[in-house]
Each structure stands twice: as C-alpha cells, then as structure tokens.
C-alpha cells in the first residue's frame, strides 16, 4: 500500500533533525511565555532562572512542572500569553475531575491543532474521497471542533453530527454513506450494538475506519468494535489544555500513538519524585508546547500514564510514540490497599465473551472497601444464563481476582440496565468520595 502522510516533512523527519527543530522552538516557547506570562515569570525566578539559561531542550529539565491546579487557581486569564485581542477561541475541558479549565486559541494555534487532527485522519486513511462522520460533542469540548476542522483540512465531506440522538446518526451514516467515524470508543460501541440491534451486519455500512479517543479504552474493546463495526479503530489522544485531540495519533500499525512531536515535546516522569525515566519506563506523562502563542503550557502534568517508545515503526513515521494510556492517575483507585484501574476490569469482561457495557461501584462498609461490578448481558445471554447466573458470576469474580488480586462480587444483570454514554463513559462510582 502506498504510504500517505499529511505533512511528510515533519512525519518522517530524521530524529536529529527533529530535535533540532524542537530546540529552536522550545527556546523561543520559553521566553514567549517569560516575557508575558507573569506566572511562568515568577516561576522561573524564583529558581533563579532567566530565558538565557534555556538554550536547547536538553535545558527542560531546570524548568519547574505545571499542575492541573496552578491551571485552575490561574483561570481564567493567568496564563494567557498574548492579547485577548488577538484570540479567536475558546475551549473548554471535560470537567471530568472537577473544576474546568478553559484554553485560549489564536487564528494559528487553530491552524496548527487542525494540522495535527489532519495528521491523525490521514493515518486512518482519510483523503478528500471519504464522508467523515463527527459525532464527538461540538462546543466547549475540544472534540468535535477538533476532528471537525482536521477533517477539512484532509478534504473529507463532513458531518458535524455532534453526539446524542442515536437514531439519527445512524440514519445519516446509512443515507450518506459515512466511511470514517469519529466518536468516543463507548460511543462506537453504542452505535455499534444499536445497528446490530437493528438487524445490519458490519458488511451493511459503508465505513472504514473510526478515530476514537477521549477516554481510556483497552485492546479488547478495539477488537470488539472493529468487529461489530467491521472497521479498523484507531486510537486518538489529546487533552484540551494542550489544544484538544491530535497531539497524538496511531497509524496502520495499531501499536501506540506518534506524538506530533514537533508542537508537543514529551517526557515522561516518575509521579513521585518527578524525575524524568528513561524511554520505555511507564509513568506520568508530561507535555510542553512548542508552538503556542495564546496558551502555551511548560512541563504540564497529564497525570496519564503510558510509555513512550523509539521504536521504528513500519508505517515510516519517525515521530516517537505513546503507548495507550492506562487511565489517569486519579482514575486510579485504591482498593483494600490495592491499585486497580478499571481498564485492568474491561480487559477481563472482554476477554470472557462480556459486552463492554459494565459499571464499577466502590465503597466502604465497616471500614472495608467493597467492590461490585456490574456487567450487562446481551439478551441471548440473559435468557441462556437465567437459571445458571450465580455460577457465571463466581468465575468471572474469580477472573477478577487473578487479575487484580482482590476480590469484587460481580453483578450480571439485565439487557439495558447500564446507562449508555454518548461522550466519555461513566465506569466508576466511587461512594467512599460521596461520604467524605
Ligand atoms: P477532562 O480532563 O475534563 O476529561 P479533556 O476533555 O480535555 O478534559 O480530557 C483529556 C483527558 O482525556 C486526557 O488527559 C486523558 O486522560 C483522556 N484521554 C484523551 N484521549 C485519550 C485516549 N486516546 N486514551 C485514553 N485517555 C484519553
Ligand atoms: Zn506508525
């Protein structure tokens, strides 16, 4: 197959030449932000540091860390690096995790973020010949304006579907032919599970190819979309304080995702002690922008956690790679003293034949943290397992256990009981965080 890229010259560049460019950028970024952003100002003076100290990327290491909460105590304006006069946007994040954080864009800080999602399209195998169908949310969330402006770029015919209203997507995709779908993965599934509901087999759209991102999801949940959509998945990753989604991308060989590295420099830190880990260790990773002029970001904290790796990839793109974020480190819940991310909980539902629609539930009886899982089943399944629903139960708990090393007392419950997401999917509910 022929190789396609959107912008070759910096997808296939040589690794010196990159770090290079991320030099030249990284220096003027620095002092972009020193002189007008008076926040990084003081930051870097009280560690005694002038934008003379920065001379190449390999200086990254004397800046301090950005957080989630300077973001937060700095809103609205704080790290705005140029004149409200000159910005032409805003975004806002999720609020996932609380409190929002709203990012400001200049016409280019546009241009650029619409570059990267193009990027990301063209790896899927977009061209000016395919019927994009957007159904990330539009409006404050980065998602839908995100792929929507990528798409352009790519000259793909666009559908701002935006999320919600099932029926009419599905209408839509069918009537207009959508070949490549971009949503939320549990929407995917959604969608996925109400067209087999209405009697189409993945041969009867005319799809191709979904990008789907915004939230964790795990291997397993890739195959059981490309099955039932009878696509190719590809994984998207952005946050909107970096611009939304593009920073990164995956290609044809589905194994992590390129960073665009030449806007976005990565590092990936110990979450302890902050110290930067070698290529190949998993731990937080860490983002500074290159290229922004309205709100550049220095050593922020994603709090996700992955891995980053070198290694050559055979759909010729040089840029480094990501692996699939596991969940943030707040998704992260402690349980009887144990690390589980509900990614580790989707892998085994997965894998036992379950449909990714399930729900964690989490909470503290007598001092004791409990854990139920609860996993829908199809209505063949239902109807098939009603007299037998406790023995099923007790082996996927027991699943369960070798995977995560407690034990949680599983739910099998009723076609339709779990409540569908049209964004990102709620897995946990947390009742201990309720209590407090
Ligand atoms: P919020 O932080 O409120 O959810 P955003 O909508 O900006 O706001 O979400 C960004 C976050 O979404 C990322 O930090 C990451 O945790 C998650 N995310 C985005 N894309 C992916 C992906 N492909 N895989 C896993 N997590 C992702
Ligand atoms: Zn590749």
Redo the contacts with the bound molecule.
Sequence with gaps: MEKRYYQPGIETMSVEDMKKLQSERFVKQVKHVYDNVPYYQKLMNDKGLTPDDINSIDDITKLPFLT?ADLRDQYPYGLLATDLKNCVRIQ???????R??VAFYTQEDIDIWEDCCARAIVAAGGTNEDVCHVCYGYGL???GPGLNGGSHKVGCLTLPMSSGNTERQIQFMMDLKSTILCCT?SYAAYIGETLREKGYKPEDNSLKAGI??????TEEMRQDIEKTLGIKAY???????TS??GV?FECEEQSG?HINEDHFYAEIIDPETGEVLPEGEKGELVFTSLTKDAFPLIRYR???ICVLSRKKCSCGRTLIKMS?????SD?MLIIRGVNVFPSQIETVLLNMGYTPNYQIEVDRINNTDTLDINVELTPEEYENSKSSLEVHEKKLATAIKTMLGISPKVHLVAPKTIVRSEG?AVRVIDHRKLHD
């Design positions: 989630k806002s994040t999720s609020g996932t995790t609380g929002r954080v969330f980065t998602g993965p789907f991102g915004a939230e964790p999801w994984d998207i990753y952005g946050l909107t304080e939304g989604p990164a995702m994603t709090r996700d699939k974020p596991m969940g943030r998704d990102k």
